[in-house]
């Protein structure tokens, strides 16, 4: 599409100036013709007045007439010819339009036929990627997520994994966002790397998935979360014992960060709104917020939303 869809815009604006150029062809015609019928219809009244007989006068007025028709018909015949040229334009640059137009559809369609195949292969991946947890979830003896065992708290969500494509997808953003971001610049390096937090992490698969697929500059990744279960699981199943631990996000202390992970931990809105706050009071300035469904973000004056498509935010002030 990116390359081909400069041809059709200039296509385009070529169809356009070529239109232009012909309308302004058959105005200068329609000009031209009427001055030449308003000089024949002289010579007819002309001819018409005398036709008894020619004075001098006459005959001098009708051959001045008859000069200046013979100039007119050459002017008009070079205007049907700029006209000609003009109708000419048209069609070549209607066909280098249409032709186009064509190459733009047909990239658009292989565009969306590669993003189909994509689509399906991330789903694909997924779900290996899925079963190769649940298959290490089994071997560490973790019980199935479902599990009554997993019950935490009134208003708390139980572990519900964050899409594993939309999470790879957001730490490719914010992978940009960081080489970007001054504050964080390094001289050898994309960025400085930074510490990343999980908030709620569950069993930590998504520390895992983070450092295993490299998609950032990491100095530490850490995660906490309020049920001893997961946490313990977890550590076994993915070899997180020095990172993930058990605390309570309400009352955790976000401050030492650069980055904070935390997707919708309570269905009850006034328990969301109080880690929101406690997460935005107690986060340094400078520092990331990723924070999938969210109770309401934009109550924070300190934080801007850097990208709202991948809810990403940053505490400014
Ligand atoms: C929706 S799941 C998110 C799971 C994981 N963050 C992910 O994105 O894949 C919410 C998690 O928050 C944890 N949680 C709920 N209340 C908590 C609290 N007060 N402190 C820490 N974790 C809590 C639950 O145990 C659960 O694992």
């Known amino acids: ?13 070529r169809l356009g100036a070529a239109l232009e150029a012909l309308a302004g062809a058959i105005g200068d015609l329609e000009v031209q013709q009427k001055k030449l019928d308003t000089l024949g219809g002289r010579v007819v009244a002309l001819a018409k007045a005398n036709s008894a007989e020619w004075s001098p006068t006459a005959r001098s007025a009708l051959s001045s007439l008859t000069a200046r ?27 280098a339009h249409d032709l186009a ?3 733009y559809r047909e990239r658009e369609l292989a565009r ?4 189909q195949v994509m689509t399906r292969r991330q789903g694909a991946l997924a779900r290996v990627l899925h079963s190769l947890i649940e298959q290490r979830r089994r071997e560490a003896g973790m019980p199935d997520p479902d599990s009554e065992d997993y019950v935490l708290m009134k208003g708390a969500y139980d572990y519900i994994p964050f899409d594993v494509n939309r999470f790879l997808d957001l730490l490719g953003r914010l992978d940009t966002i960081l080489s970007l971001d001054a504050a964080y610049a390094d001289p050898r390096l994309r960025y400085r790397p930074v510490r990343f937090l999980e908030a709620g992490a569950g069993p930590g698969r998504n520390m895992m998935l983070l450092k295993a697929s490299q998609l950032m500059l990491i100095e530490s990744v850490a995660g906490i979360d309020l049920n001893g279960l997961q946490v313990s699981n977890g550590q076994v199943a993915f070899g997180l014992e020095d990172s993930l631990f058990v605390a309570d996000a309400l009352a955790f202390d976000y401050a030492p960060y650069d980055v904070i992970f935390s997707y919708r931990l309570f269905r009850d809105d006034a328990m969301q709104a109080q880690l929101e706050a406690q997460v935005v009071a107690t986060m340094r300035v400078g520092a990331y917020l990723l924070a999938p469904f969210p109770f309401d973000l934009t109550l924070h004056p300190g934080l801007e939303a850097v990208d709202p498509d991948f809810d990403i935010w940053k505490k400014v002030r």
Request: charged share 20%; net charge negative.
């Open 69 to 95: 028709l013979a100039l007119q018909q050459k002017t008009l015949d070079q205007t049907r010819a700029a006209f000609a040229a003009a109708r000419d334009a048209v069609q070549a640059n209607g066909r």
């Open 112 to 115: 969306y036929q590669t993003m």
């Open 1 to 13: 599409m990116t390359d081909s869809l400069p041809s059709f815009l200039s296509a385009d604006v």
């Open 101 to 103: 137009l064509e190459q």
